[in-house]
């Protein structure tokens, strides 16, 4: 199949039209803008339609009701956008109701800058909104995975009836790389017998998550609580990179995973038994890939950020190695040969660099 | 010939169709529902012509009117 | 003997959980009616605010959907966009829908959605136990306006329905009350118009329906009556705002 040279956010918009996205409701923020931008283009010759929100708290509810009709729909943000999104994501959880939503990330906090950036993790990851609640959320770390990962995304959404977070980061976004436009798999799903859409010879149905009592609050609770177990249990996906024999693994995802691919193979090439571990679900946390550490003297993490997903590293590592992170923050990138220091340095091991 | 009928168990004993009933067939009852709301009755059932303001101005669809 | 008056079929048997005497229930019979004399309840599919209302889609017999607090109309929005035959309408309160969903109030009408939205203005969040609300009326003595609503300090209330008749994809606006028998007949007509408008696909209808709150307002529900007529409608514009030629027509 003949693959196309093609901006991430634009592959991201082609793979939505695929996957039978009908619905898209946005509002244009850098650098997510040509997601809505190429939607706007081709999702009506798709027979779809995009309708730009008054703000994201519109776009995030407007997903909310088609999603309550069984329609495919997705919106798309970058961090602040994604923020205001927040409140509107509690209530799809709640209401179990399928919506794919995209955050290409940006610098924060606040206006923060236009450059690469994972710091929105905890907020994808952990429930950004409030009540406690999960949802699948993928790493794409090239444009293929970009595309692969937001077909994907919608049958995930479906099965699961959840919402989907796709987090990319400007640079993944913005760079343009060729992308093979594979036609979706035929997933066999479960039928939508929930939707609303008029009870003529039926019963009416609603959708909604409010709770009068705490008995019900409780079992609601439980309800969710056990569905997301279940897919703590069967989601995890990670790629392993010359992680079998490793000694030293660096752990990173999306741009960073890219990143740190080279740097395994420069340690390599130097005779260091590095490998890497690419979490590809965020949530659920790929626990299961540091289950068998075997000979890993340590692990050091790489992130645009801070130091966020080290904690889920930690808490999957249970203190059984030493674990380590390297961090860049503002939009700016780390290179292999400062992976590669590090490594040095807090390993004690001879690098060159 | 018209009459209303008060379901008691929807009446919350709220008075509006007892100040909106022109012939005063209405009143609030001394009985109450298993809410604990006394109830309307057509305590002077004769005078209702079934005009239907008390069932318009009801909250609770509390009452049906027969003619 | 026949029955002339009775519950329609486009509620529910569930009685309502509304306080006594609130009007919410009037309200919510007139949208039932109107369900039922358009043959559109298994056509329909209502969208819940949060507040009183909250509840009430257990109370209407069509398929319903609890929204966010404010959100009820971009929700209506994406019901409607996916499912363009149907008949989608919110029913929401004063205070969500002229407070925190100000911003949707104002879009769904410059966009022409075509949904119908009944809103429900008693003047205070009803439900949080009777705060002041964008539309509590000036010196209206509230949980948070203990002294009296201070319009020079917090300004003035908000007539939405006057607002949104400005807006050119609004295509029908009408401010009611439900005091009087005869007020609350001419409300019914203005919500059946404002369904009609929608299954003609015209555009935007809202319909505002002046409403009591006995708890909060701390009066008998008789007394409510003659407060909403001497406090609220003087301050809010009534009648039906505004009416396109083709809405006319219908």
């Known amino acids: 199949m003949s693959k196309e040279l093609m901006k991430g956010n634009e592959a991201i918009g082609e793979a939505a039209i695929r996957a039978g996205c009908k619905l898209f409701f946005g509002y244009p923020i850098t650098p997510s803008t040509e997601i809505v931008e190429y939607l706007a283009k081709y999702l009506p010759k798709a027979g779809g339609t995009v309708l730009q ?93 970009l595309y692969d990962f937001t077909l994907e995304a919608f049958d995930l959404a479906d099965r699961y009836r959840t919402p989907v977070v796709i987090m990319a980061d400007g640079f993944l976004g913005q760079m343009m790389e060729p992308v093979e436009l594979k036609k979706p798999a035929q997933a066999e799903l479960p039928a939508k017998d929930w939707t609303v859409g008029g009870c003529r010879g039926r019963a009416k149905r609603k959708i909604a998550s409010y709770a009068l009592t705490n008995e019900v609050g409780e079992a609601n609770n439980l309800h969710w609580q056990a569905k997301w177990a279940r897919m703590q249990d069967t989601l995890q996906r990670w790629e392993s990179f010359h992680a079998e024999d490793a000694e030293y693994l660096i752990v990173g995802f999306g741009t960073c995973g890219r990143i ?74 780390p290179s292999e040969g400062e992976i590669l220091r590090k490594l040095g340095q807090v390993f004690g091991l001879a690098v060159e660099v | 010939m018209a009459k209303v009928v ?61 003619k | ?45 209502g969208v819940a605010p949060v507040g009183c209302a909250g509840f009430s889609l257990d109370f209407f017999a069509c398929d319903f959907v609890g929204a966010a607090h404010g959100r009820a109309q971009a929700v209506a929005t994406g019901i409607k966009r996916a499912l363009p035959d149907k008949i989608v309408f919110t029913y929401q309160g004063d205070g969500d829908i002229a407070a925190i969903g100000t911003a949707h109030a104002i879009h769904v009408a410059a966009r022409g959605e075509k949904i119908t939205t009944i809103m429900v203005n008693n003047a205070v969040f009803g439900m949080t136990g009777g705060q002041m609300a964008p539309t509590t009326i000036g010196g209206q003595v509230t949980t948070t306006s203990p002294y009296g609503r201070d319009c020079a300090l917090v300004g003035a209330p908000i007539d939405l329905p006057k607002t949104v008749a400005t807006l050119n994809g609004a295509v029908y606006v009408a401010a009611c009350a439900v005091d009087t028998p005869k007020n609350i007949l001419q409300a019914k007509k203005c919500i059946k118009k404002a369904f009609q408008v929608q299954q003609r696909g015209l555009g935007y209808a809202l319909v505002s329906v002046l409403s009591t709150c006995p708890t909060n307002w701390g009066l008998s529900p008789v007394d409510c009556l003659k407060w909403l007529q001497e406090n609220m409608m003087p301050v809010y514009e009534m009648g039906e705002l505004k009416m396109t030629e083709e809405v006319k027509a219908l």
């Open chain 3, 1 to 45: 003997m026949q029955k002339v008056f009775g519950r329609p079929q486009g509620l529910t048997d569930l009685p309502f959980h509304y306080c006594p005497g609130c009007t919410h229930g009037i309200v919510h019979r007139l949208v039932g009616e109107v369900l039922e004399e358009l043959d559109i309840i298994g056509d329909t599919i």
């Open chain 1, 260 to 333: 740190a691919k080279s740097t395994v193979l420069a340690a390599r090439r130097q005779g260091l038994k590095v490998g890497l571990i690419r979490p590809i679900t965020l949530w659920p946390f790929p626990v299961k890939a540091f289950a068998d550490l075997g000979g890993v003297k340590g692990i050091l993490t790489v992130e645009l950020n801070f130091g966020q997903m080290v904690e889920d590293v930690k808490l999957a590592v249970e203190c059984r190695t030493p674990v380590f992170s390297h961090n860049r923050v503002g939009g700016m990138m």
């Open chain 1, 53 to 145: 929100g008054e703000d994201e708290v519109a776009s995030i509810n407007m997903c909310y009701g088609a999603a309550t009709t069984g329609t495919r729909v997705m919106t798309a943000s970058s961090s602040p956008g994604f923020s205001l999104k927040q409140e509107g994501l509690s209530f799809l959880a709640a209401a179990e109701l399928p919506v794919v939503i995209v955050n290409v990330n940006r610098v924060g906090p606040g206006l923060g800058g236009l450059g690469p950036s994972q710091a929105d993790y905890f907020q994808c990851t952990k429930g950004g909104g409030h009540g406690g609640y999960r949802q699948i959320v993928l790493a794409p770390s090239k444009g293929q995975e």
């Open chain 2, 6 to 66: 008060v379901l008691g168990e929807y009446c919350k004993s709220c008075g509006l169709c007892v100040a909106a009933c022109p012939r005063k067939v209405l009143a609030i009852g001394d009985k109450a529902n298993s809410k604990g709301y006394y109830v309307a009755v057509p305590a002077d059932p004769d005078k209702c012509i079934g005009c239907g303001l008390c069932g318009t101005v009801c909250p609770d669809l509390a009452l049906e009117i027969y």
